[in-house]
């Protein structure tokens, strides 16, 4: 599981996993004014098109992924007890999210090569972890809620605060009951203070059921242009994280991961792959060694291809 004899001090984890890191993140990936429009245009060009954030964050989150590799899973502390302050402070929702983000977005961002594995094996167990913990507080502590953010900000940030705490459950191969109705409650609460209805509704049979719309949809990108209003991004958003959801069902896992995770693929999965011309795939050089260091029993450790 993990990936070594040592484990970081645990005044190691405290120097590096810090309230101000986790405020960091969040204003990295959400630099725009909490009240107030924001141009979901740019939101979304930023996340699926652009990064204007990788470099900005990569010396202070890589140090605290690599010293996060060295505890193994099976030594993993309770992150959320040991380093963000109760749920019931008013700092808690920010700070969750900002350990979100360090776990969740910023492998995929940063980490390639070998040091997918990581993202994909290691940290997003982790991440789903944490969720899993958030999710079950109660309404009144959960981070995400727009009660407990609304007295701060305005729908359309809570909108983007919504699409990062999602993430985690759209990416889970377990979650996927949990992201449809995480989701649909964020279509839900749009459509109330908008009174604007998600035209996506229509089409529920079709996003619930199309293997291939993920691909698709994430190869076409976001959309784009002076048209794009919080509502419309947010009914796209909405469909984009539904239609993982059909993967699952028909193959209980992304068969798109297989290689990066060093499983083996069956027919069906195989050919998925090759029709969506190999979308998400580790390059086989990669999947190679990476299977390589299963069989062995070990995990090349995160950033040696980086240094």
Same mark, same amino acid.
Request: with cysteine; glycine share 8%.
């Given at each position: 599981?993990?990936?070594?004899?040592?484990?970081?001090?645990?005044?190691?984890?405290? /120097?590096?996993?810090?309230?101000?890191?986790? *405020?960091?993140? !969040?204003?990295?990936? +959400?630099?725009?004014?909490?009240?107030?429009?924001?141009?979901?245009?740019?939101?979304?060009?930023?996340?699926?098109?652009?990064?204007?954030?990788?470099?900005? !964050?990569?010396?202070? !989150?890589?140090?605290?992924?690599?010293?996060?590799?060295?505890?193994?899973?099976? /030594?993993? $502390?309770?992150?959320?007890?040991?380093?963000?302050? $109760?749920?019931?402070?008013? *700092?808690?929702?920010?700070?969750? @999210?900002?350990?979100? @983000?360090?776990?969740?977005?910023?492998? =995929?961002?940063?980490?390639?090569?070998?040091?997918? =594995?990581?993202?994909?094996?290691?940290?997003?167990?982790?991440?789903?972890?944490?969720?899993?913990?958030?999710?079950?507080?109660?309404?009144?502590?959960?981070?995400?809620?727009?009660?407990?953010?609304?007295?701060?900000?305005?729908?359309?940030?809570?909108?983007?605060?919504?699409?990062?705490?999602?993430?985690?459950?759209?990416?889970?191969?377990?979650?996927?009951?949990?992201?449809?109705?995480?989701?649909?409650?964020?279509? =839900?609460?749009?459509?109330?203070?908008?009174?604007?209805?998600?035209?996506?509704?229509?089409?529920?049979?079709?996003?619930?059921?199309?293997?291939?719309?993920?691909?698709?949809?994430?190869?076409?990108?976001?959309?784009?242009?002076?048209?794009?209003?919080?509502?419309?991004?947010?009914?796209?958003?909405? +469909?984009? +994280?539904?239609?993982?959801?059909?993967?699952?069902?028909?193959?209980?896992?992304?068969?798109?991961?297989?290689?990066? @995770?060093?499983?083996?693929?069956?027919?069906?999965?195989?050919?998925?792959?090759?029709?969506?011309?190999?979308?998400?795939?580790?390059?086989?050089?990669?999947?190679?060694?990476? @299977?390589?260091?299963?069989?062995?029993? =070990?995990?090349?450790?995160?950033?040696?291809?980086?240094?």
């Amino acid at each position: 599981m993990g990936g070594g004899p040592y484990f970081p001090h645990e005044q190691e984890l405290g /120097h590096l996993l810090t309230p101000e890191l986790f *405020s960091c993140l !969040v204003q990295a990936r +959400m630099p725009y004014p909490k009240h107030g429009s924001i141009n979901f245009s740019h939101f979304g060009r930023d996340i699926f098109l652009e990064d204007p954030v990788g470099t900005q !964050v990569r010396d202070k !989150v890589l140090p605290a992924l690599v010293a996060l590799s060295k505890i193994g899973l099976e /030594h993993m $502390p309770d992150l959320m007890a040991a380093y963000l302050p $109760p749920p019931t402070d008013d *700092s808690f929702p920010e700070q969750c @999210l900002g350990l979100l @983000l360090l776990l969740d977005h910023f492998p =995929r961002l940063l980490l390639r090569g070998m040091d997918a =594995r990581w993202t994909y094996g290691y940290f997003d167990v982790i991440s789903q972890h944490v969720a899993r913990i958030w999710i079950s507080l109660p309404a009144d502590q959960r981070p995400d809620s727009w009660e407990r953010w609304q007295a701060g900000v305005g729908l359309d940030y809570w909108i983007g605060v919504r699409f990062w705490f999602g993430t985690p459950f759209v990416h889970s191969e377990q979650l996927q009951a949990i992201a449809v109705k995480f989701t649909d409650e964020t279509r =839900r609460r749009v459509e109330q203070v908008t009174g604007k209805k998600d035209p996506y509704r229509e089409k529920r049979d079709d996003v619930l059921s199309d293997i291939y719309g993920f691909p698709r949809e994430y190869r076409k990108g976001p959309p784009q242009g002076d048209d794009v209003t919080r509502e419309s991004w947010t009914f796209w958003m909405g +469909m984009l +994280m539904d239609i993982h959801k059909p993967i699952i069902d028909s193959f209980g896992r992304y068969p798109y991961l297989n290689a990066v @995770l060093g499983r083996q693929s069956s027919d069906e999965e195989k050919a998925y792959v090759e029709k969506t011309g190999h979308f998400g795939e580790v390059g086989p050089d990669v999947a190679k060694r990476i @299977l390589e260091d299963i069989k062995n029993g =070990r995990w090349t450790r995160l950033g040696d291809e980086q240094a």
